[in-house]
């Protein structure tokens, strides 16, 4: 797909008058720095549909580190936005405690308008994400599951979806989960060796300018239908990735690593690629002290299937569409 082939902008839905002025609570979106708290305000507009204001940042080591021309929103920060919005709406209206993990098991994504994404690049760039809750299971009063489904909202513009499916574990819930399913208790992010596990792909090749934000080493292209194979590196001193000690690999790491394989199978220049869909299941915890195999497949057209693969099992599965960005213009003949 190129950004030509988008269909005509669709009209957003009318959100709630909503705030930029601060941050919201940085437990209400499970981040320990305040820098990576992105959503500034939300409202509820009816039984089961909420509004979330939330501010891009303007210099971010991660969020604004990328080589895409002309310069979009970030993916990944736009996955951010929408995971930040809905844990918002679960603590806030679907009582949800905050002492509560949540667990990603589906998530899918799609931004239909790229040029609702356009970085403004002299203001803050501002959206909402409209939030609707379905398919709430309940015991008792304890949320147990719920589907959120999410529509990015740029100056009225309805610039793409996403849904996310999750589960919600008490603390000692979580606790006796982890340890059974692993047989012992995991390590934290904290306790593990900040040293790169191999060599990482070069920053340009996947749309990033800091290798610091590269999370794959070792890439392979070894033929017999698989685009590339890589080992996941994604290090665990990132103050994104890791804004907080962590016992297994968190998902939003899982899908960048994703979005750089597929830029990078894709074989183009990576500042004319821009990730503007994914879908990812996720079945088990990537954990931390196991290599990571990362193996991509053409998923046909402009789409790639990225396995991640871990101690002979198949953790997660995503699928990532990459679009054509319009070429830059040429320069004047002065040269400008």
């Known amino acids: 797909m190129t950004i030509a082939e988008q269909e005509r902008p669709e009209t957003a839905p009318a959100a709630a008058e909503l705030a ?47 080589t895409q021309r002309p310069e979009l929103l970030d993916p990944l920060f736009l996955l951010e936005a929408a995971r930040q919005a809905v844990t918002v709406v679960a603590h806030q209206w679907l009582g949800v405690s905050y002492d509560t993990s949540f667990l990603i098991s589906d998530w899918t994504t799609e931004f239909t308008d790229l040029r609702a994404l356009r970085a403004r690049g002299d203001a803050p760039d501002e959206l909402v994400v409209e939030v609707t809750a379905r398919d709430l299971k309940r015991r008792g009063s304890r949320l147990l599951a719920a589907t959120l489904e999410c529509v990015f909202a740029v100056d009225g513009r309805r610039a793409g979806t996403s849904t996310i ?127 990571v ?9 402009d789409g790639f299937t990225v396995d991640f693969l871990q101690d002979g099992a198949s953790l997660c599965t995503a699928t990532v569409g990459v679009a054509e960005l319009p070429a830059p213009p040429a320069p004047d003949a002065d040269g400008r």
Do not use: C, I
């Not at 059974?180 to 340009?204: E, F, H, I, W, Y």
């Open 293 to 301: 195999t990362v193996s991509v497949t053409s998923a046909g057209g």
């Open 20 to 66: 930029y002025q601060r941050s919201m609570d940085r437990v209400l979106v499970h981040r320990r720095a305040l820098m990576e708290v992105f959503v500034t305000d939300a409202a509820r507009l009816g039984e089961e549909t909420f509004a979330v204001a939330v501010q891009a940042p303007r210099a971010h080591s991660y969020y604004n580190d990328h």
């Open 165 to 291: 499916v999750a589960g919600y574990l008490s603390r000692d819930g979580y606790g006796a989960h982890r340890a059974k399913s692993r047989g012992d208790v995991p390590p934290l992010s904290s306790d593990m060796p900040a040293a790169r596990a191999g060599t990482p792909v070069q920053p340009a090749l996947v749309g990033r300018e800091r290798s610091a934000n590269v999370v794959l080493v070792d890439v392979e292209h070894p033929g017999d239908g698989l685009a590339l194979r890589a080992v996941l590196d994604v290090p665990v001193r990132h103050p994104a990735m890791y804004d907080h000690p962590l016992d297994h690999v968190p998902a939003m790491a899982l899908m960048e690593a994703a979005r750089q394989a597929a830029v990078l199978a894709s074989g183009a220049p990576a500042q004319r690629r821009y990730a503007y869909a994914f879908g990812a299941t996720f079945r088990r915890f990537v954990e931390l002290d196991s290599p």
